[in-house]
C-alpha cells in the first residue's frame, strides 16, 4: 500500500495537502470542506477523515477577506468589566447562530475607547456593537453614519441619530433591589452611586422613586463609587467611619460590590447579619460559591442575542425605524448577602 503524503512538521495543513492526502483535486477538498454541494457522500467522508487525520481546519478569516463582505461584527467592551466578560460569551454564541463572527477590541486604562473601535473598524467589520459606551452622542452618530452601530447597556440621551440601543431597564432593576430589603424590613438602604457611568443615572433614579414609594425618601443616601473594586472598598470605608451605619447597601455593579464585601469582612463586619448588600448585572462573579451575591441580573443572552439581530437587521436591510431602542426588564437574584436587619 503506497504511503500517504506527509504535512512537514510545524507547518499548518494547506487545502493543497488536504487534497493531497485524500486523493482528491484541490477544488474537489475546497468543495467539501465548505459544505457545497458538488461531492458523493464517500468522496466527502474521505476529505473529512483525511482532514481529522492531518489537522487541517478551514482559514475563516482568509476565505472571508476574499470575499466582498467581512461577516465581522466588532465588538468593544472593557477589559476590567465582569458583566462585559460575560456579554462577549454570549455575543460569539448569538453572532455564530446568525451566520456571523466576532472581532473583540479590549478597553483598558492603556487603550482608549477611540483606540478601541479604529481597531475594529480597520479589521473591516460590518457592525459595531458597543458595550456601555463612554463616547459622546455626538462621536456615536458619527460612527453610525458610516457602519450599523448598536449601543448595549446605555440609555443616550439625547438620542443618537442612527444608532440602535438594546439595553437593560436600570430603573427597574434598582426598583426590585429596594423592594426586596424593605420586604425583608430595611430602612437604612444605601445606594453606593456609579457616578456618569453608563446605567448609573437611570440606577440612581430607581433608587431614589423606590425609597420615596416606601415612605423612605427623608433616610435615602447616595454615598460615591464607581464601576470598579475599589470604587466599593472606598465607599465601604466611608459608610464604616459612619457613626450611623446602614442596614443594606445597593452597590452600582457585581465589581463594586465585590470591594464592599472584602472591606466589610476585613472590618469584621458580618454580611448579611449586620450589613446586607446587593449588587447588579449577575456578573459570575455573583455567581462565585465564596461570594454568592444578591443582585440584578441584565439578561445577558437575551441582551447579546437582541444587539446581534440589531446589527444583523440592520446589515441585511430588514430594520425598521421605531425599534431603534429595546429595553429588556431585568430580575433581582436572591442569594446570601441578603437577609433581615439585626436592627431596626
Do not use: W
Not at 72 to 79: N, P
Not at 240 to 255: C, K, M, Q
Amino acid at each position: 500500500m503506497p504511503s500517504l503524503p506527509a504535512v512537514p512538521d510545524g507547518k499548518r495543513p494547506t487545502l493543497t495537502d488536504l487534497a493531497a492526502r485524500a486523493g482528491v483535486s484541490v477544488s474537489l477538498a475546497s468543495i467539501v470542506m465548505r459544505g457545497a454541494k458538488g461531492a458523493g457522500a464517500a468522496t466527502r467522508e474521505r476529505v473529512l477523515e483525511a482532514a481529522r487525520e492531518i489537522g487541517y481546519r478551514p482559514d475563516s478569516r482568509a476565505r472571508l477577506l476574499r470575499s466582498n463582505r467581512s461577516h465581522l461584527l466588532g465588538v468593544q467592551f472593557d477589559l476590567q468589566q465582569p458583566f462585559h466578560a460575560d456579554m462577549v460569551e454570549a455575543l460569539y454564541t448569538a453572532a455564530e447562530s446568525a451566520g456571523y463572527q466576532i472581532a473583540l477590541s479590549a478597553v483598558a486604562p492603556s487603550r482608549s475607547e477611540q483606540h478601541a473601535v479604529e481597531t475594529l473598524l480597520t479589521d473591516r467589520c460590518e457592525a459595531l456593537i458597543l458595550l456601555s459606551p463612554h463616547a459622546p452622542v455626538s462621536r456615536l452618530t458619527q460612527l453610525a453614519a458610516q457602519l450599523p452601530v448598536v449601543s448595549v447597556a446605555r440609555r443616550l440621551r439625547p438620542r443618537a441619530q442612527d444608532v440602535d440601543v438594546v439595553r437593560a431597564a436600570d430603573d427597574e432593576g434598582a426598583r426590585q433591589a429596594v423592594d426586596h430589603l424593605v420586604a425583608l424590613g430595611h430602612r437604612d438602604i444605601v445606594h453606593i452611586d456609579g457616578g456618569r457611568a453608563p446605567g448609573a443615572a437611570d440606577r440612581r433614579r430607581g433608587y431614589k422613586a423606590a425609597m420615596n414609594r416606601h415612605g423612605l425618601a427623608d433616610r435615602a443616601r447616595l454615598v460615591p463609587g464607581g464601576l470598579t473594586e475599589d470604587h466599593g472598598a472606598a465607599a465601604a470605608r466611608t459608610l464604616l467611619a459612619d457613626a450611623s451605619r446602614p442596614t443594606a447597601v445597593l452597590a452600582f455593579n457585581d465589581h463594586c460590590a465585590i470591594g464592599v464585601l472584602d472591606t466589610f469582612l476585613r472590618a469584621g463586619v458580618a454580611v448579611p447579619e449586620e450589613i446586607s448588600v446587593v449588587g447588579f448585572d449577575d456578573s459570575h462573579l455573583a455567581r462565585l460559591a465564596h461570594v454568592d451575591l444578591t443582585t440584578v441580573g441584565q439578561e445577558v443572552p437575551e441582551l447579546a442575542r437582541l444587539a446581534v439581530e440589531r446589527a444583523v437587521a440592520r446589515l441585511e436591510g430588514e430594520a425598521t425605524e421605531d425599534d431603534r431602542e429595546i429595553v429588556v426588564t431585568p430580575r433581582l437574584v436572591i442569594r446570601s448577602t441578603t437577609a433581615a436587619p439585626f436592627r431596626s
